[in-house]
């Protein structure tokens, strides 16, 4: 997932990660999971409700549920967002879950590298 100003850079780094992405369950938020999908159509991506109408919330759940290996979420940090309490409660979800949280393309890329990817 991606806040609105971030969300070009997130497509750019799923079109660098391709190959690592391809062949995963991915799940995304409402428009940029459509973005992601638009650049790469092929990939196996379920698209969730937009962030601040209950996308936020249903990555959470799934993170509770244990369905989440790793949450990706390029995080814009000047801009205030309107949904910010979900936006909190799914990276403390992430944290207290012990899973990878990349919140910028720099630390997405060591998750990937960690892979072996």
Do not use: Y
């Amino acid at each position: 997932m991606a806040h609105d100003d971030k969300k070009a850079a997130l497509v750019d780094w799923a079109r660098a990660h391709a190959g690592f992405l391809e062949g995963k369950a991915l799940f995304a938020t409402g428009t940029t999971g459509g973005r992601i999908l638009e650049a790469l159509p092929h990939l196996n991506l379920t698209r969730l409700k937009s962030g601040p109408l209950g996308g936020d919330q249903q990555l959470g759940a799934m993170i509770a549920e244990g369905r989440l290996d790793v949450l990706i979420f390029f995080v814009d940090p000047l801009s205030p967002q309107p949904h910010d309490v979900d936006v909190k409660a799914l990276i403390r979800m992430a944290t207290l879950a012990d899973i990878p949280l990349a919140c910028n393309p720099a630390t997405a890329d060591l998750i990937v590298a960690g892979e072996g990817g």
